[in-house]
Each structure stands twice: as structure tokens, then as C-alpha cells.
């Protein structure tokens, strides 16, 4: 009866431990992926480990130049419940055409995702829709 109980109870204890840790990394996503240079996309995910009230640092050559971090135009986004950010930023209408990536960063470290957006001229948007 003991050498059922202990078996058990080890088979239990491993069980527990071989069970895989889930843990939330964090995500980027921009939409639309492609963009007319002058119009708006909107950048959102989560950040795991993120206070509610903290900043999202998005880094993108693509993005307007008034606020800069680390030499490359930012965005800021307020981590909201649920640690997920959302904002929407207008691409410079004199964007030189080209795929861009989009990284960001809270409170001190990397995210570790990249989000890619690509940057059209109006008439290259109507030659894609008619081709």
C-alpha cells in the first residue's frame, strides 16, 4: 500500500514539474502593414511586466521626427489594463517610400519583437490595387 501511495506522489510531484511554464511575451503589430505616406497606422500589443500607467517606447525610421530616443524617431504609447498599448501615428507625407521596421521598448528594456511597415507614394497604392 505504501509503494502505491509513494509511487503516486511521485507521479504527481513529476507531473507538476515536467508541466511547461506559460508565460505572456510581449507583442508588436502595426495596421495596415502598408501605408500611403501622409495617412495613419495604428501600433499596439502587450507588454508583460509593464505597470499600467508606464510608457511604450516605438522606435521607426517611418515615424515623424519630433520626439526622438536613442538617435530614431519615437512614439509613446501608455500601457493600459491588461498591459496592452495602442496608438495611432501619422506618417510624414515626404516619407521617402520603403519597408520600415518598427521596434519598441518599456521600462528599460527591449522588447525583443519587430513589426514591419511598409511605406508607398499614392500612386504606387493605386498601381498595387489595379495590378
Known amino acids: ?21 506559460i508565460a505572456a511575451s510581449p507583442s508588436l503589430k502595426v495596421t495596415p502593414t502598408t501605408v500611403v505616406r501622409g495617412h495613419k497606422v495604428k501600433v499596439f500589443g502587450v507588454v508583460p511586466g509593464c505597470t499600467p500607467g508606464g510608457q511604450v517606447v516605438l522606435l521607426s ?13 519615437a512614439v509613446y504609447a501608455v500601457v493600459a489594463a491588461h498591459s496592452a498599448y495602442s496608438v495611432t501615428v501619422k506618417i510624414p ?7 520600415y521596421t518598427i521596434t519598441g521598448r518599456c521600462g528599460g528594456g527591449n522588447l525583443g519583437k519587430v513589426a514591419h511597415l511598409t511605406v508607398v507614394a499614392a500612386q504606387q497604392q ?6
Open 93 to 99: 507625407a515626404g516619407k521617402k517610400p520603403g519597408k
Open 126 to 131: 493605386q498601381q498595387q490595387q489595379q495590378g
Open 61 to 73: 525610421k517611418a515615424f515623424p521626427t519630433a520626439n526622438e530616443f536613442a538617435g530614431l524617431p
Open 1 to 21: 500500500m505504501r509503494t502505491r501511495f509513494a509511487l503516486a506522489a511521485t507521479c504527481v510531484s513529476l507531473g507538476v514539474l515536467a508541466a511547461p511554464a
